[in-house]
Each structure stands twice: as structure tokens, then as C-alpha cells.
């Protein structure tokens, strides 16, 4: 016997229908968003941003590998980690795949962090990924895209788009010591799992931002942080469709690895 509500055919059917239509109002107001989302105004990028790649340094506008549009994913993995965040690393399990849809469509995406690039890459060979990464260490880019904290800021006021992220709970953190004692597990499960304390792992942010290239000028055209990038993480729109749903209880994400971690807990 199941604790969850049943019914008939003729239930389930009525129930599915008024769920439909929900779903659709849904979609149609995710379809206006998005086209609002191509309605922001573009701002012009003065910075070249050097970044360090595989194939030495490129410059952002390099970056856009000759196409017009440039998806940045602004991964968690900052210069005193040891590896890289576990949820970003859950999220980029799928950008391999998407790549080449991508690039039919004129999109580059690239992953870019704040740790040097013998890092990222040797982290990258332990995940099995293949997708383009970049670190910016050295550079302005992380700071100004508001998903790192410069030493001795909690908040970079060139990133006023910044909400809920983590670099405002390392402001709380470092004004409310008690609030560490009320931290999600999630939190400090993945500082350990960086291999740095909650200070190193809250001064890096996770975020999404995109750019375009006309005429050999690049503009920022969008960023989203937080529950902003959750787009990105296909295994939750699944369990949102499957029975239990997420099923994390009061602690969400608690249960995320990576994905050679899984036989280990």
C-alpha cells in the first residue's frame, strides 16, 4: 500500500489537465522572459581580460573562438581549493554534450575560474571533460563579474547585479560569527570538500554571464547568479518530473557529489 494519494483514470486524467494548463501559462511566461532577457541593453567591455587557457593566454574577445556569442559559466574553483566545487561540478557534467548545439547555433561556452590553469585543467582530466576552461587569475575578470572576492571586500561594488550569492554570505559570516553555527550542511560538507574553510570557499561565487562580439567590440549582455544558473543543472528539471520530486528534505543539495564520489559515501 502507498501513503500517496490514488485515484481513477478519470482522476488522474482531470488532474493531469488542470496541471497542463499550468504548465503551459508556464512555459509561455518562461518564452516572454527569454525574450526580455534579449531585450537588455548591451554594455560595451573596455577590459581585454588575459586569460590563461590550455593554448596560453587569450584575451576574452579571443575567447569567442570566431563566433559571435560567448557563454561564460563562472565556476566555483578558487586559487586556495584543492578541487573544484561539487555542485558546479555536478552542473558541468553536461556541457560536454551540448557543445556542439551550441556551436551550430554560433554559441561558444566556456568555463572560466578564479584557481591557475595547472589546476583547473588537472581537475579537468580527473572529471573527463573536454570543454574549453580558463582561469582568470591575474586578471580583473572574476572581480568585476562579481563571482570573487578582492582580499579584505565582502562585496565588489562593480557587481551590483549580486544578490543572494555566496559572497554576500561571506559578508555575514564575517559580521555575524553565529551565523556559521546555522549554515546548511551543504555549505560546509562542500568548504570541506574544496579543501579550504568557509571564508576560502564563500569568497568565490558560481554565476552565468554572456557576451556578444560586433565589429571587434564585445558587449556583456547578461549575468545570473545563484538559483540563477539552476537552468544548468539538468538533473534537477528530471526530479522535478520524477515521483519524489528532489526529495532533499530541509537540507537541499546535501546530497550532490561528484560524480566519482558516489560509491565513496
Not at 560567448?70 to 584543492?82: A, I, K, T
Not at 582568470?136 to 544578490?163: I, K, Q
Amino acid at each position: 500500500m502507498t501513503s500517496h494519494q490514488t485515484g481513477t483514470h478519470e482522476e488522474w486524467l482531470a488532474a493531469r489537465n488542470a496541471l497542463l494548463a499550468r504548465e503551459k501559462e508556464l512555459t509561455r511566461m518562461t518564452d516572454e522572459l527569454a525574450r526580455q532577457r534579449r531585450e537588455l541593453p548591451w554594455m560595451r567591455v573596455e577590459k581585454e581580460y588575459p586569460l590563461q587557457t590550455e593554448d596560453g593566454t587569450r584575451t576574452l574577445a579571443e575567447l569567442f573562438d570566431g563566433r559571435s556569442q560567448l557563454v561564460v559559466y563562472h565556476f566555483m574553483f578558487g586559487p586556495g581549493y584543492e578541487a573544484g566545487c561539487p555542485a558546479c561540478s555536478s552542473t558541468a557534467d553536461s556541457f560536454n554534450g551540448v557543445l556542439p548545439h551550441l556551436e551550430a547555433c554560433d554559441v561558444t561556452m566556456i568555463c572560466v575560474s578564479h584557481a591557475p590553469i595547472e589546476k583547473l585543467l588537472a581537475y579537468r582530466e580527473r572529471m573527463g571533460w573536454s570543454f574549453n576552461w580558463a582561469s582568470s587569475h591575474g586578471s580583473d575578470f572574476n572581480f568585476d563579474y562579481g563571482v570573487s572576492a578582492r582580499e579584505g571586500m565582502t562585496h565588489d561594488p562593480a557587481a551590483p547585479l549580486l544578490e543572494a550569492n555566496e559572497l554576500a554570505l561571506l559578508k555575514l559570516l564575517n559580521e555575524q560569527p553565529a551565523v556559521r553555527e546555522n549554515l546548511p550542511r551543504i555549505a560546509i560538507q562542500n568548504a570541506s570538500s574544496t579543501g579550504t574553510d568557509l571564508d576560502g570557499y564563500f569568497s568565490e561565487g558560481h554565476g552565468v554571464s554572456t557576451f556578444a562580439r560586433e565589429g571587434g567590440t564585445v558587449y556583456h549582455c547578461y549575468s545570473s547568479y545563484a538559483r540563477g544558473t539552476e537552468f544548468a543543472m539538468g538533473y534537477y528539471a528530471i526530479l522535478d518530473r520524477a515521483p519524489k520530486g528532489r526529495d532533499e528534505g530541509d537540507q537541499p543539495m546535501s546530497w550532490l557529489r561528484r560524480h566519482d564520489e558516489y560509491g565513496s559515501h
